[in-house]
């Protein structure tokens, strides 16, 4: 794909490697995640009645699946689309911290894999106690958070020095979409590593018998939740500075992309209790105020909803479209040469489900229908595995292609793989739904019981959620196997010219000098005071709660590893 504003620069050769390899080693991993992904619809569909297949348990499987998925791929992605940002826009980084913060991403990876490998850690990515893991796995945890911290602080400099150099540009909307996704996630990481290093490490190596679950599952979802605007943010970087350029008109409002940014830093982290509205311990007033800030967290989703079709149409009235909806007929949706647009596309479509779904999660009382049930994974696979999932491989075939100076591979395969996906994931989500709001359990083996007729607990009702997961879910995996052979054949094939770091870059239509928007100050000095509101009350609470300790439990029996003595 060359488009007219596709700006390349000549990137050092040691950066060159340190992206490339962040971009293909977790895409190699995906490929064990989405193996997974499809052996979990098969196994809940009722095509596997058994516990485990080729030596790997059901709960193994989804502990890769999610901590490959959206773990690990998602922070390395982040990390190296952070440097090609940073690099593209601001200027050098230091390559001695880049590379130690990668050797500790790595490191961190290799010890959690092997630990859920070695079937002690089958405590699934939220690893909530009493579930117990093996010490390496929350130690591994750590160092990729620690060395993800350590990437946005080697371009904290670059930022500052770029700032005195121009002191009167406005920063690129790129880097502060990058800026916030790292703050966003700052954030959220402090209290998952309180939760980790002070409660869980100790717990899992015996140190102490029993954990605080009420508490370190406020902890989690301290971080669970800003999490997904970490993951989210990155994507939006994609739609507001690329979507505009590659459907060949412009950025409807520069305005609009940065206050969309710093509106997520601000309210992107008081509302994790969205997560526990059934749970004990957490008055109804603080559960009350958390479903507020959800509500409030959604706006910048229904701004940039606006925003990129506005976007879009610009892009479509240039290139010929006409009428009231007659412009959608002239977008890129197969062109080859700009097939990115497809990969951001299908995210926004899927968008649309994942989005209001999750209007009707924070929605306290409807929740309760809907928690712990199918439902769940339909809307985080209308969310992370839609948007997100789509923008971050296409975007990696991108920088990879143009780092190593190569033509895409199979370039008509490649235009449907969204497309594909995109159909895998409706098909997928739609009868879980249906079945979620009728109760059917999320993380569960549904083939030993619920969708085994030879089982006294055999549900046919939820026959169809299952049928639909996995004519869904083999569409998906059909799709990502399309990606991987696009992505394998194109980094394994020849280069045909010198490689450089290229990113599209899309001009304002509107560029509003707003100053409200230009400086993080007042969003960060907000996000903290928001956070002592929404959080001090309910940590509280559940202190005073006074739950005794729980000890370790595994998956695969209902009593303690080792019960407490009498
Ligand atoms: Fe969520 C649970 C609420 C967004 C991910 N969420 C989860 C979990 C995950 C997740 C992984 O309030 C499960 C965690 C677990 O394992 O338990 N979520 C929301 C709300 C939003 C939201 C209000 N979620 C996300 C995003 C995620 C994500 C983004 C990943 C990236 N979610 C919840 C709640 C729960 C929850 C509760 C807990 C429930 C429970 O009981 O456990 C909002 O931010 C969504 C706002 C989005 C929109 C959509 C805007 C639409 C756009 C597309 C425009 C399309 C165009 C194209 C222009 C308002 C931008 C047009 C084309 C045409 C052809 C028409």
Known sequence: MELPNEQKIEIESGLKR??????????????????????????????????????LEYYQGLTLHGVV?????????????????????????????????????????????AAILSGTSSVLYTFYPPLRAHPAFYIGLTLVVVGSWIAFFNWLPIYFTWKREHPDEKTPLAVVGIFAAFIVWLIATIPVAIEIIFMLIPWSLGWVPTVNVPLARMLFWFFGHPLVYFWLLPTYVMYYTMLPKVSGGKLFSDFAGRLTFMWLILYSAPVGIHHQFTEPGISSTWKFVHAFFTLLVAVPSFATAFVM??????????????????????????????????????????????????????????DTVVHNTSWMPAH????????????????????????MGKEIKLPRMNVWVPYVWTLGIMIFSAGQYVTGATGEPRRTNMGLTYANPESPLYHADWRIGGMSASVGGT????????????????????????????????????????????????????????????????????????????????????????????
């Not at 689309?81 to 690099?87: K, L, M, N, S, T």
């Not at 969310?383 to 990879?400: D, H, R």
Request: proline share 5%.
């Open 18 to 55: 340190l992206i490339l390899i962040e971009l293909v080693l977790p895409t190699a991993l995906l490929i064990l995640g989405i193996y997974h992904g499809l052996m979990q619809v098969l196994y809940r569909a009722g095509h596997i009645h058994a516990r485990k297949v080729l030596g």
């Open 69 to 113: 998925n959206a773990i690990v791929f998602t922070t390395f992605f982040a990390v190296a689309f952070g440097y090609a940002v940073i690099r593209f826009y601001l200027g050098h980084v230091n390559m001695k911290v880049a590379w130690l913060s990668f050797t500790l991403m790595v490191a961190g990876t290799l010890l959690a894999a």
């Open 309 to 366: 079709a506005a976007s879009m149409e610009l892009g479509a009235r240039e290139r010929g479209g006409r009428g009231l909806l007659g412009w959608w007929k002239q977008l890129p949706y197969t062109d080859t040469k700009r097939w990115l647009f497809g990969y951001f596309f299908c995210g926004l479509v899927i968008f649309i489900l994942g989005g209001v779904t999750g209007i009707i999660n924070a929605s306290y009382n409807l």
């Open 380 to 403: 985080f696979h209308q969310t992370v595995a839609g948007p997100v999932f789509l923008s971050y491989i296409g975007m990696t075939l991108f920088l990879v292609a143009k780092l």
């Open 475 to 566: 569409i998906m995996a059909i799709a990502a196997l399309m990606f991987f052979i696009v992505f394998f054949t194109t980094l394994f094939g020849k280069s045909t010219k010198r490689g450089s770091l290229e990113l599209v870059v899309s001009e304002p239509y509107h560029d509003e000098n707003v100053r409200a928007v230009q400086s993080f100050t007042p969003w960060l000095v907000g996000a903290a005071l928001l956070l002592v509101i929404a959080y001090t009350p309910p940590i509280a609470q559940t202190l005073r709660s006074n739950f005794p300790g729980a000890p370790a439990y595994t998956p695969d029996r209902p009593t303690p590893i080792n019960p407490p003595k009498r």
